[in-house]
């Protein structure tokens, strides 16, 4: 009973300190797996001596499993159908390592996303439109997007306050022209209606922000977001004497969480944000940026889903979110590509509504 009082005070707790106070972010990031090694005495234990005692082990074990570890069953990846939804979107952070470009097309092809978000992307532009003709490319110091529908406007933040900060925050926003599912049997790979242009289709945007017939337009955002390896890393050398190191990480983070949150608010149509985030969903910062959009992997994902892996153990720091005015279908995480870490991949579906900055805080 003690024990199973506990985890549930960890499961509370985390979401509110996690990202906030520096012991729970240690065990945020950390290898979550060591506060189930008491089970393996706790069950034994009572298969020996009291049977009952097995009902309190079976709560804390759901408890650990699924709210703790992220275990995620969903009924949409349980019983969905096989339709794909309005749009497929992956994201992908290949960690600056040189890509094999092979492996990234045979990665499309077997996917067929529509839209592919790169973070940390070391690959030139020239490349990246070499390799998908007929497709839509921007490269911006290291954020690139691959997209087979028409990109009508690119954004990119100035980054020089945050990097004068210490800070990463990557934010781009781009306008995209979806199109309409009575003329959206393109074939993959084609550039779809309003993207007739064959030469040329990749380059710059359009300046007009307006879809074109057969289309409507959405925004997506590409992020990636500071990291917290410098305040985690600091706390495993000193603990509670890297205290201030920790707030100091912690508070660039939520500042960037909130300069990446009003460009989703001021974005024109509905948002989809993709990227690496660099936190969970159980973090504090988490919470109070991100959490009033509908988490893809939360939503209609099965397993653990972790994206960023170590030796030991994995997290799900890469996300897929969806606005009002989209729902998800189905998500999933890709496979090996030579980076720590994993593609995420969700089917879209369009349900209309009012640009992404009306999900609630």
Same mark, same amino acid.
């Given at each position: 009973?003690?024990?199973?009082? /506990?985890?549930?005070?960890?499961?509370?707790?985390? &979401?509110? =300190?996690?990202?906030?106070?520096?012991?729970?972010?240690?065990?945020?990031?950390?290898?979550?797996?060591?506060?189930?090694?008491?089970?393996?005495?706790?069950? &034994?234990?009572?298969? %020996?001596?009291?049977?009952?005692?097995?009902?309190?082990?079976?709560?804390?074990?759901? @408890?650990? @499993?699924?709210?703790?570890?992220?275990?995620?069953?969903?009924?949409?990846?349980?019983? #969905?159908?096989?339709?794909?939804?309005?749009?497929?979107?992956?994201?992908?952070?290949?960690? *600056?390592?040189?890509?094999?470009?092979?492996?990234?097309?045979?990665?499309?092809?077997?996917?067929?996303?529509?839209?592919?978000?790169?973070?940390?992307?070391?690959?030139?532009?020239?490349? =990246?439109?070499?390799?998908?003709?007929?497709?839509?490319?921007?490269?911006?110091?290291?954020?690139?997007?691959?997209?087979?529908?028409?990109? =009508?406007?690119?954004?990119?933040?100035?980054?020089?306050?945050?990097?004068?900060?210490?800070?990463?925050?990557?934010?781009?926003?781009?306008? @995209?022209? %979806? &199109?309409?599912?009575?003329?959206?049997?393109?074939?993959? #790979?084609?550039?779809?209606?309003? $993207?007739?242009?064959?030469?040329?289709?990749?380059?710059?945007?359009?300046?007009?922000?307006?879809?074109?017939? !057969?289309?409507?337009?959405? *925004?997506?955002?590409?992020?990636?977001?500071?990291?917290?390896?410098?305040?985690?890393?600091?706390?495993?050398? /000193?603990?509670?004497?890297?205290?201030?190191?920790?707030?100091?990480?912690? $508070?660039?983070?939520?500042?960037? *969480?909130?300069?990446?949150?009003?460009?989703?608010?001021?974005?024109?149509?509905?948002?989809? +944000?993709?990227?690496?985030?660099?936190?969970?969903?159980?973090?504090?910062?988490?919470?109070?940026?991100?959490?009033?959009?509908?988490?893809?992997?939360?939503?209609?994902? =099965?397993?653990? /889903?972790?994206?960023?892996?170590?030796?030991?153990?994995?997290?799900?720091?890469?996300?897929?979110?969806? #606005?009002?005015?989209?729902?998800?279908?189905?998500?999933? +995480?890709?496979?090996?590509?030579?980076?720590?870490?994993?593609? +995420?991949?969700?089917?879209?579906?369009?349900? !209309?509504?009012?640009? /992404?900055?009306?999900?609630?805080?």
């Amino acid at each position: 009973m003690l024990y199973l009082l /506990g985890v549930a005070a960890v499961w509370l707790a985390l &979401p509110r =300190l996690g990202d906030r106070w520096w012991p729970a972010t240690l065990f945020l990031f950390g290898p979550r797996q060591v506060i189930a090694l008491p089970l393996l005495v706790i069950v &034994p234990a009572a298969l %020996l001596v009291q049977r009952r005692a097995l009902v309190p082990a079976a709560l804390a074990s759901a @408890i650990v @499993i699924w709210p703790i570890l992220g275990f995620t069953v969903s009924l949409r990846a349980l019983v #969905g159908g096989a339709e794909r939804g309005d749009l497929r979107v992956a994201s992908f952070n290949t960690a *600056s390592r040189p890509l094999t470009m092979d492996r990234l097309k045979g990665f499309v092809a077997e996917t067929r996303p529509d839209v592919l978000a790169l973070q940390e992307c070391a690959t030139p532009e020239p490349e =990246l439109t070499a390799a998908f003709p007929g497709w839509f490319v921007h490269v911006d110091r290291g954020m690139c997007l691959v997209s087979r529908h028409r990109l =009508l406007k690119v954004e990119s933040r100035d980054r020089r306050d945050v990097w004068n900060a210490g800070g990463h925050g990557a934010i781009l926003r781009y306008t @995209i022209a %979806l &199109p309409d599912r009575a003329t959206a049997a393109a074939p993959v #790979g084609s550039p779809g209606p309003g $993207a007739a242009a064959a030469p040329g289709a990749q380059d710059a945007p359009q300046r007009a922000e307006h879809a074109p017939p !057969g289309t409507r337009a959405f *925004s997506l955002l590409n992020l990636h977001l500071e990291t917290p390896r410098d305040a985690i890393e600091a706390l495993i050398h /000193g603990l509670w004497k890297q205290a201030a190191e920790h707030d100091r990480v912690i $508070a660039l983070r939520a500042w960037e *969480s909130e300069l990446a949150r009003q460009w989703v608010d001021e974005a024109p149509y509905p948002a989809i +944000i993709v990227g690496d985030l660099n936190m969970p969903v159980d973090s504090a910062i988490y919470r109070r940026f991100w959490a009033g959009f509908e988490n893809a992997f939360s939503r209609a994902g =099965l397993g653990f /889903g972790a994206t960023k892996r170590t030796r030991w153990f994995g997290i799900r720091i890469d996300h897929v979110l969806a #606005g009002p005015g989209w729902t998800t279908e189905r998500a999933w +995480i890709g496979p090996e590509l030579g980076s720590d870490h994993l593609p +995420i991949l969700a089917d879209l579906r369009w349900t !209309g509504g009012l640009p /992404g900055g009306d999900a609630q805080r």
